[in-house]
C-alpha cells in the first residue's frame, strides 16, 4: 500500500471517526457542566443505554442502524430525564461533589440494568462485514463511516444552529455563564436543566450507536469510553460546546496518529499506548490550562 | 441470536429461586465460591463455564451432597479484572465464608486473587479457564490448582501447527494483559525456533475503536497470515472485523479466546471460511468424555461443547472431591486433599460417579479422579499436561479435529 493512501485509510478515517464518537460524547458532558457545574460521570453509560436501545429498534423491526437513531434518542432523553427528576434535582442545592458521586451511583444502575435485561454477551447490529468502498478511485471507505462522519457534522450544525439562533439556546449560554444573573433576568433554569439533558442525552445516545456499529454492542462499551470523553470536554474547556467538539476530533486523531510512523520504520508510539494519549493530553491540559483551549477565566 | 436478546421475563424467573434462597439460609450446607467473570470482555464464555460448574454442584446435591449436606456455588463476579477479581475473592472468602474457591477464569484476574488474597488465607483454587504461563510459576502458596493446560503449550501447538502447514511468515498481534502476553511470548520463542519469521509484532490494548493503525503497521511487513492472541467477543472480534474489511490478511491464526460464539455469529461463518486456524485446549477423548457427554449431551444447563465447559465440570468435581476426601471444611485439610483424590494411583472415578467416589473414599480407599477434560494429573506447580485441538470454519461450520496430547 503507497503510503500516503495507508496513512489516510489506516489512520486520518479511524481517527476522525472515533473524534467524532469522542466529540458526540463530550458536547452533552460539557454542556451539563455548563448548566448543572457537576461532571456527569454516568454519561458513558448514557451512551451505552442509547446503543442497546437502537439495538432493540435493530432487533425488533430490523431497522437500519441510522434508522434507530430517533428511537435512542427519545428513549435516551427520557432515561436523561427520569434520572435527573430521580436523583440529581433531589440534590442539586448539595455540593457539586455529592451529585458527581451520586451520578458514580447512576452509572452504576444503568450498567447493571443494561447487563440484567440483555445479557452480558457482546452484540452486533448488522451481522458480517462490509467491505471497504474506493472513493475517487482511490481512497478505501466504509459506508458506515461516511454515514457516521456526515450525522456528526449536521448534529453539530445544528447544534451551533441551536445554541445562537433560539431563545433557548440563549438562555442555555445564559445559564452556563452565569446561573444567579440568568435567574433575575427570568430564565427558567428548571427549563433550561431539562433541555440540556435532552440534548446532552441525544448526542450521547448517537455516539453510542455509532460507537456500537463501528465495533459491537456491549454493557461497558461507553464507560470505557469516559475518559477519552472526559479529556475531549477538558481540553476544550468544561462547559465549551464548540470547545468539546474541537476536544473530541484532537483527541481522537491524537490517538490514532501517535501510533503512525512519522520517522519511518517504526510505529512512533506503540499501538498499545492509544489509551495513554488521551489521559496524558487530559493531565497537560489540567496542570497547564486548566480552562481548556477555549475556556476564558478560571472558575 | 434473537431468542438471546430480549429475555427479562426468564431473568426474573431464573432470579427468583436465588431470591429464595437468599432468604431462607439453609440449616447445613457446604459453601463453594465460583470466581468467575460473568461480565465484561469474556462474559460470553464464561457464563457457559459457569453452567458447567453449576452442573457438576446439581449433580453431586442430587447424589447426596458432600459429607451428606447439601451444596451451594455462590458466584462473585470478576469482570475479568484483577482489581475486582481481588474485591471478589476477599468477598468469597472472608464475607461468604467459602470452603474452597473454583476459578477464577481470565488469567488476569487469577494471577493476583491467587497470591493476594487465597494464598495467604489458604484457600484452595481451581482454575478451569486460565491458562497464563506466569500461573506455573506463581507464588500462590500451593493454592492454586488449574485444569487447562499453559499456555506454553498451546503457544508451541499453534507454532507447530502453522510450520507443519508451511506457513513461515506470520505477523503476531496480542492483547495487553497475561493471558495475550504469555502466549505470545511462548508462540514467538517456539515460532523463531522452527525456522520461522515474525514479520510485524505488536501488542494491542483490549476495548478499543479501531485497530486500523496497528493492523495497517502489521501488514507492511508483508505477511498474508494474523497471529491474534485476544479474545472473540472483545478486542478479537474488532481486529478481525476490521482487517476483513481492508483485506489485509488471508488468514488468522488463533487460540482458545477466540472460540466464541460472538465471534463467529457476529462476522459471520460465510466470511470466514477457511481463513481460521485455531487451537483449542480440549478435552481427551476415552471413556470418561464419552460418558461426560451421555450425562450431558442434551442438557440445557450449558451449551455441550463449548469451549472450558468440560473443563469448567472438572473444575467442579475435583473441589467437591477434595473437600469429601477432607472430611470437613477445613480450608488446610481440603488443600491437602487435592493430589488425594486426583493423582494416581487410585481407583478410577469419572463423571457421573459421585456416589461411588463418596463410597470409596467412605470406606478409605484411594480415588483417582479422571474427568471430562483430561486424567488431570497435578504436577508440583498444581499444572496439568495438555491435549489440544485445531479449529477451523469450513462449509459455514465449526470443525474441530481429533486432539493432539502436548507437553508434561
Known amino acids: 500500500m503507497d503510503q500516503a493512501l495507508m496513512f489516510v485509510n489506516a489512520y486520518l478515517i479511524p481517527g476522525l471517526v472515533s473524534g467524532s464518537i469522542y466529540a458526540l460524547g463530550a458536547i452533552g458532558l460539557t454542556l451539563l457542566f455548563g448548566v448543572l457545574r457537576f461532571t456527569h460521570f454516568a454519561h458513558g453509560d448514557v451512551m451505552t443505554a442509547g446503543a442497546y436501545l437502537a439495538l432493540a429498534g435493530v432487533g425488533l423491526f430490523g431497522l437500519h442502524p441510522i434508522m434507530a437513531l430517533p428511537l435512542a434518542m427519545a428513549g435516551t432523553s427520557l432515561l436523561c430525564l427520569g434520572i435527573n427528576h430521580f436523583f440529581y434535582a433531589p440534590l442539586m442545592k448539595r455540593p457539586s461533589l455529592v451529585l458527581t458521586i451520586s451520578s458514580f451511583g447512576v452509572a452504576l444502575m444503568i450498567r447493571a440494568a443494561i447487563q440484567l435485561i440483555y445479557g452480558v454477551e457482546s452484540q452486533y447490529y448488522v451481522r458480517g462485514i462490509q467491505k471497504s468502498r474506493e472513493v475517487f478511485g482511490t481512497f478505501r471507505i466504509v459506508d458506515r463511516h461516511i454515514w457516521i462522519g456526515c450525522s456528526a457534522v449536521a448534529l453539530m450544525l445544528a447544534l451551533h444552529l441551536l445554541l445562537t439562533r433560539t431563545r433557548l439556546g440563549k438562555a442555555m449560554r445564559a445559564v452556563s455563564d452565569s446561573p444567579d444573573l440568568a435567574r433575575l433576568t427570568g430564565i427558567s433554569t428548571t427549563t433550561v436543566i431539562r433541555y440540556t439533558w435532552v440534548i446532552g442525552g441525544s448526542l450521547a445516545a448517537v455516539a453510542g450507536v455509532f460507537l456500537g456499529w463501528d465495533g459491537y454492542v456491549h454493557a461497558n462499551m461507553g464507560w470505557d469510553q469516559l475518559l477519552p470523553i472526559s479529556a475531549a470536554a477538558i481540553l476544550g474547556g468544561l462547559g465549551r460546546p464548540y470547545g468539546a467538539m474541537v476536544g473530541g476530533l484532537v483527541i481522537g486523531m491524537a490517538e490514532e496518529l501517535s501510533s503512525y510512523p512519522w520517522l519511518g520504520g517504526d510505529a512512533l508510539l506503540s499501538p498499545g499506548y492509544k489509551t495513554g494519549v488521551a489521559f496524558a493530553i487530559m493531565v497537560a491540559m489540567l496542570i497547564w490550562r486548566p480552562n481548556g483551549l477555549f475556556g476564558e477565566k478560571v472558575r | ?408
Open chain 2, 1 to 408: 441470536m434473537k431468542n438471546r436478546r430480549f429475555h427479562p421475563t426468564a431473568m426474573t424467573a431464573m432470579a427468583l429461586p436465588l431470591i429464595v434462597a437468599l432468604a431462607n439460609p439453609a440449616a447445613a450446607e457446604i459453601r463453594i465460591g465460583s470466581l468467575s467473570a460473568l461480565t465484561g470482555p469474556a462474559a460470553d464464555l464464561v457464563k457457559q463455564v459457569f453452567g458447567a460448574e453449576q452442573a457438576a454442584i446439581d449433580e453431586i446435591n442430587q447424589a447426596g451432597g458432600i459429607l451428606g449436606q447439601q451444596v451451594r456455588l455462590i458466584p462473585a463476579d470478576t469482570a475479568c479484572n484483577a482489581q475486582v477479581g481481588v474485591d471478589a475473592a476477599n468477598k468469597l472468602i472472608n464475607i461468604e465464608q467459602v470452603a474452597a474457591i473454583i476459578g477464577g477464569t481470565c488469567s488476569g484476574e487469577t494471577i493476583p486473587a491467587a497470591s493476594n488474597v487465597a494464598g495467604p488465607a489458604g484457600v484452595l483454587m481451581v482454575s478451569p479457564v486460565s491458562t497464563s504461563p506466569e500461573i506455573t510459576n506463581l507464588n500462590d502458596r500451593g493454592v492454586l490448582f488449574r485444569v487447562v493446560p499453559s499456555d506454553n503449550f498451546q503457544g508451541v501447538y499453534m507454532a507447530r501447527l502453522l510450520l507443519s502447514k508451511d506457513i513461515k511468515k506470520v505477523a503476531l498481534t496480542y492483547v495487553n494483559n497475561d493471558y495475550g502476553v504469555g502466549l505470545a511470548e511462548a508462540f514467538r520463542a517456539a515460532f523463531v525456533a522452527g525456522g520461522g519469521q515474525i514479520a510485524g509484532d505488536s501488542v494491542h490494548e483490549d476495548k478499543k475503536e479501531s485497530y486500523r493503525a496497528e493492523l495497517a503497521t502489521l501488514a507492511s511487513g508483508g505477511a498474508e497470515t494474523l497471529v491474534l492472541f485476544a479474545i472473540g467477543d472483545s478486542s478479537g472480534l474488532t481486529i478481525m472485523r476490521q482487517s476483513l474489511e481492508a483485506g489485509l490478511f488471508q488468514r488468522f491464526a488463533v487460540a482458545d479466546g477466540m472460540k466464541v460464539s460472538a465471534l463467529l455469529e457476529g462476522i459471520g461463518t460465510e466470511n470466514l471460511e477457511g481463513r481460521i486456524i485455531g487451537s483449542v485446549p480440549t478435552a481427551a477423548v476415552g471413556p470418561q468424555s464419552d460418558r461426560f457427554k451421555d450425562l450431558y449431551g442434551k442438557t440445557d444447563k450449558f451449551t455441550f461443547g463449548y469451549t472450558f465447559t468440560a473443563q469448567g465440570y472438572d473444575a467442579a468435581m475435583i473441589t467437591a472431591l477434595a473437600i469429601e476426601k477432607a472430611g470437613s471444611t477445613d480450608r488446610r485439610a481440603i488443600l491437602n486433599a487435592v493430589r488425594d483424590v486426583t493423582n494416581a494411583p487410585g481407583e478410577v472415578v469419572g463423571p457421573g460417579d459421585w456416589a461411588k467416589a463418596v463410597s470409596l473414599i467412605k470406606a478409605g480407599k484411594d480415588i483417582n479422579y479422571s474427568g471430562a477434560a483430561g486424567d488431570h494429573e497435578f504436577d508440583g506447580n498444581g499444572d496439568v499436561g495438555g491435549v489440544f485441538s485445531e479449529w477451523t470454519v469450513k462449509g459455514g461450520e465449526l470443525v474441530v479435529s481429533p486432539p493432539v496430547a502436548a507437553g508434561n
